[in-house]
């Protein structure tokens, strides 16, 4: 069975920092590429950003609305993908979901369940 | 960056009703077009790959068509499980984006 499990979230001040994980299991994480999705309460879903595969030199990408504060990583020993995020916003408050595909131009497969973050003084 | 509108954003409809929710792209992305139906507090499922590709273990009422800046999700006969919100996203350039969201609603 396919899991993916976010943890880390919680209540950080403004100008704050926080890292979240995603441990995964029950498929091949290194053939994967790993994002992260947002969701801010009430809202719609937004892409964060994504690392590539070894194959593709775990390159990563990121929305403009984080680049520069988000750092995505992972660790394929671990079967875990990371999301360090630096400078928080209070808009960065939401829902944060890691997700997973195997090819390139398709959706994402697997997603957890999602792990909250709230930026609030 | 590509821009996705979906229409209509909130729709109100019975069980066995056919329903037609729209995705436009602001610039063509050939068949690179996913759809998502999320429940509330739950985590999005993907539905529909490559604008008409239904998933494995998705029911066949869920169709999707389009190419280039225009694609549509047809649910054949709504059921009682399928009242969720739909999104649709681009996986044809980066930043990948979604649409805002089509919320289905049971009248």
């Known amino acids: 069975e396919v899991q993916l499990v976010e943890s880390g979230g919680g209540l950080v001040q403004p100008g704050g920092s926080l890292r979240l994980s995603c441990a995964a299991s029950?498929?091949?994480?290194?053939?994967?590429?790993m994002e992260w999705v947002r969701q801010a309460p009430g809202k719609g879903l937004e892409w964060v950003g994504l690392?590539?595969?070894?194959?593709?030199?775990?390159?990563?990408e990121y929305a403009a609305s984080v680049k520069g504060r988000f750092t995505i990583s992972r660790d394929d020993s671990k079967n875990s993908l990371y999301l360090q995020m630096n400078s928080l916003e209070t808009e960065d408050t939401a829902v944060y979901y890691c997700?997973?595909?195997?090819?390139?131009?398709?959706?994402?497969?697997?997603w957890g369940q999602g792990t909250l973050v709230t930026v609030s003084s | 960056d590509i821009q996705l509108t979906q229409s209509p954003s909130f729709l109100s409809a019975s069980v066995g009703d056919r329903l037609t929710i729209t995705c436009r792209a602001s610039?063509?992305?050939?068949?690179?077009l996913t759809w998502y139906q999320q429940k509330a507090g739950k985590a999005p499922k993907l539905l529909i790959n490559?604008?008409?590709t239904l998933q494995s273990g998705v029911p066949s009422r869920f169709s999707g068509s389009g190419s280039g800046t225009e694609f549509t999700l047809t649910i054949s006969s709504l059921q009682p499980e399928d009242f969720a919100t739909y999104y649709c996203?681009?996986?044809?350039?980066?930043?990948?984006?979604f649409g805002p969201g089509t919320k289905v609603d049971i009248k």
């Open positions: 997700a997973g595909r195997r090819t390139v131009g398709t959706g994402f497969d697997y």
């Open positions: 029950g498929f091949t994480f290194s053939d994967h590429y």
């Open positions: 690392t590539r595969n070894k194959a593709n030199s775990y390159t990563t």
């Open positions: 610039q063509g992305i050939s068949s690179y």
């Open positions: 490559r604008a008409s």
């Open positions: 996203q681009q996986v044809n350039s980066y930043p990948l984006t």
